[in-house]
């Protein structure tokens, strides 16, 4: 049942990737309605397998990297349709729906089977911290998105060549504010994130920080969001460089996340 | 019964002619009302605006119409044949048609796809309306043009894109800034194309407009009529600082503004984006200025090469118009065939023998026992009756008379005949 769930939500996103992916090319009213419907479908076919999930286990699921890349992703939809909901860009698609569903397509090569708790996850730790770090990541993947589109509209406009997605792309000031926001929301979360995460070491370890290198890159990653922040407020680095930064802050995540699971070194191994 | 189009537009007359020939306010419901009474036209509709004047009618004879139409426009506007049979064109049936579809749909205006004209074409089938000189044929024609249009408005992109260098300018301001009307412009210079380029931006929402010119008095001028504030010239860098869009043209021979100065600016406006359209020939602002991060210089030339680009997109855009419009065409001929006569009474005896076999079927089904001679004899019975209903209409429509096609349509109407429905959805 939980496969069956998992395989529709990913076939819906595939299709909305697929769908936003012509969007690029021959944007319609049929194509946005299309990927709306299937990445809504999607999300809800998604949602019900995470709980459904939850019910089988008995607790949270984002125990191990199969869980946790399927939770991101769910978390990246969410964010994407509160932004739908407010503003309407239904391009954001086209630069998001395929993260989505290349997160979903390496969560599903993941193995899958629920294996008893750790006791070290045993804790209400887990569902706290995991959250609060997985909406905070969504919410820079969001960043991420829009730091591209703000690229491409940034080069349109500087370079007088008004072609392609010109017309369709919001303004550059429009732009500029949403990734301003989504940092604003993923930075607390993420801070939050780590403070739980070293209580909850100092609880099951023993010991608040450990070097270990999920907490390595985690702080790199705070502090590369810090800056986008704080260079933002004091020296006006707005537009081009707060949009690369958050590409560069999102890519820093995103080996943060995936290499350090390839290595499977450190005490953050089970996840 | 054919549709009729006379007219002259830009492109086959020059200003001075089309004024001649313009039907302005009162005259032009004069001349609506004596082109109605003119012998060989049963409908008609003037359109008259600066770019064209066009009377379309309901005519029997082509020729006999267009020389009854020439006699009066000369005697209308006191002109001369001459000048007149030199501009003027005249279309009938198909040709006719697309040629009102196409205005419509604004391809044949001056600047395709400007939207005015279908404004301009509902206002004269507005006022031929009020005035009754339109039948079936010229009413259904022109709903038909403003659906048409209304088609190939939203099916292709024919009117997106801005098509003027001021435009233009608003459109990529539009893209670089979501909230206009909270934006600070300053008009650097008064030039008449910065100026209509501020009115475009007024128009678009903008409020708040500084006004820096050389002589400060025609700086305050301009400031009245814009209600915007004017500042002495060599202040308008400490302007800039709360500026979000520059307008420049100034008649100054080197650059007003250097890079340097603008990157101070950038720094102490925390580098808010700043979007500059230098107008002035020779320019006035260092092109460099460019490079600067969250600086968007254009001067006329990148303008122009926008407005060249979004023009030939359109010119793409209306090929496909112009696929839609032959697709229109097609329906409405069908429509205006089927306003002949012969074919209205056969559809007429069809719908007739339709209904006495359903009622006949119907009755035997529940009367399964009758016999052959009853059955005969109601079939019989239901025959005569169909006959007796349609012989009138029939004979109606065999008739020759003036207001045959009202007639037709009427008989067509009244007994359901045809998609009515879906045409006038």
């Known amino acids: 049942m939980g496969v069956i769930l998992f395989e529709l939500a990913l076939t819906f996103y595939f299709t909305a ?19 709306l419907s299937s990445a809504g479908i999607g999300f809800a076919i998604h949602t019900a397998c995470i709980i459904y999930r939850y019910v089988t286990a008995g607790h949270i699921p984002i125990t191990n990297a199969h869980e946790a890349t399927s939770f991101f992703s769910w978390c990246v939809v969410l964010i994407f349709f509160i ?3 407010r503003y309407r860009i ?26 008893p708790l750790s006791p070290v996850l045993q804790s209400y730790w887990l569902g706290i911290h995991t959250v609060l770090a997985f909406l905070g990541n969504a919410a820079f993947a969001m960043a991420f998105g829009i730091g591209l589109m703000y690229l491409v509209q940034e080069h349109y406009v500087k370079s007088k060549h008004l072609g392609g997605l010109f017309e369709r792309l919001p303004s550059l000031q429009t732009l500029d504010e949403i990734n301003y926001r989504l940092i604003t929301i993923g930075f607390p979360l993420l801070t939050l994130a780590i403070i739980t995460g070293v209580l909850w070491a100092e609880s099951a370890w023993g010991s608040y920080w450990n070097w270990d290198p999920r907490e390595v890159w985690s702080l790199i990653t705070w502090f590369i969001y810090a800056i986008v922040l704080h260079a933002r407020l004091i020296a006006g680095w707005r537009g081009k460089k707060a949009a690369l930064l958050s590409i560069i802050g999102f890519l820093t995540i995103l080996i943060a996340f995936f290499g350090i699971k390839l290595l499977q070194k450190g005490l953050h191994v089970f996840l | 019964m054919k549709v009729f189009v006379a007219g002259l537009n830009h492109k086959t007359a020059d200003v001075d002619t089309r004024e001649k020939f313009t039907f302005n306010g009162p005259r032009l419901e004069e001349g609506l009302i004596r082109f109605k009474e003119l012998p060989d036209v049963q409908e008609a509709v003037i359109l008259s605006t600066c770019n064209r004047v066009e009377l379309y009618a309901n005519v029997r004879d082509t020729a006999k119409a267009s020389e009854s139409i020439r006699t009066f426009l000369s005697q209308f506007h006191n002109i001369n044949r001459g000048s007149l049979d030199n501009a003027l064109y005249i279309y009938d049936d198909i040709n006719a048609v697309r040629h009102i579809f196409r205005v419509a749909s604004s391809l044949d205006s001056m600047v395709v796809g400007e939207p005015q004209i279908l404004g301009q074409l509902k206002d004269a089938f507005e006022l031929a309306l009020r005035k009754k000189t339109t039948g079936i044929l010229l009413n259904r024609l022109m709903k038909k043009a403003i659906s048409v249009a209304k088609r190939v408005r ?6 997106e894109n801005a098509v003027s260098i001021s435009f233009a300018a608003v459109e990529l301001a539009r893209k670089i800034f979501t909230d206009l009307p909270k934006k600070v412009s300053m008009l650097l210079g008064a030039g008449e194309m910065a100026e209509l ?14 006004i820096a010119n050389r002589t400060y008095d025609r700086g305050c001028e301009l400031a009245k009529e814009f209600n915007g504030k004017p500042v002495k010239f060599d202040e308008f860098i400490h302007e800039l600082v709360r500026t979000d869009i520059v307008i420049c043209s100034t008649g100054a021979s080197n650059y007003v503004l250097m890079k340097s100065q603008m990157q101070k600016a950038m720094k102490e406006r925390k580098q808010k984006p700043v979007f500059i359209i230098d107008i002035s020939v020779p320019r006035n602002i260092d092109p460099e200025i460019n490079d600067l991060d969250n600086v968007y210089l254009y001067n006329i030339d990148d303008l122009q090469g926008v407005v060249d680009a979004n023009m030939f997109e359109r010119q793409k855009e209306a090929e496909k118009a112009e696929k839609i419009i032959e697709e229109e065409i097609e329906t409405f001929l069908k429509w205006q065939l089927s306003l002949d006569s012969v074919p209205t009474i056969i559809a007429l005896r069809e719908k007739a023998e339709e209904i006495k076999k359903q009622e006949i079927d119907r009755l035997l089904n529940k009367i399964p026992e009758i016999g052959e001679k009853e059955k005969k004899a109601i079939e019989y019975m239901a025959a005569a009756i169909i006959n007796k209903l349609i012989h009138p209409p029939t004979v109606a429509l065999k008739e020759d008379s003036e207001d045959k096609d009202t007639i037709i349509a009427t008989i067509r109407r009244l007994y359901g005949i045809d998609g009515e429905k879906n045409e006038n959805k």
């Open chain 1, 17 to 35: 990737t697929i769908v936003s992916i012509i969007e690029l090319f021959k944007g319609s009213r049929i194509t946005s309605k299309i990927i």
């Open chain 1, 83 to 85: 932004l739908q909901f």
């Open chain 1, 90 to 115: 239904i391009l954001l698609s086209s630069f998001i729906m395929p993260i989505v569903f290349i997160l979903m397509l390496s969560s599903s090569m993941l193995p899958r089977e629920i294996k």
């Open chain 2, 154 to 159: 939203t099916e292709t992109r024919i009117a």
């Open chain 2, 197 to 210: 380029a501020a009115r475009h931006l007024i128009g678009s929402g903008v409020k708040e407009i500084i």
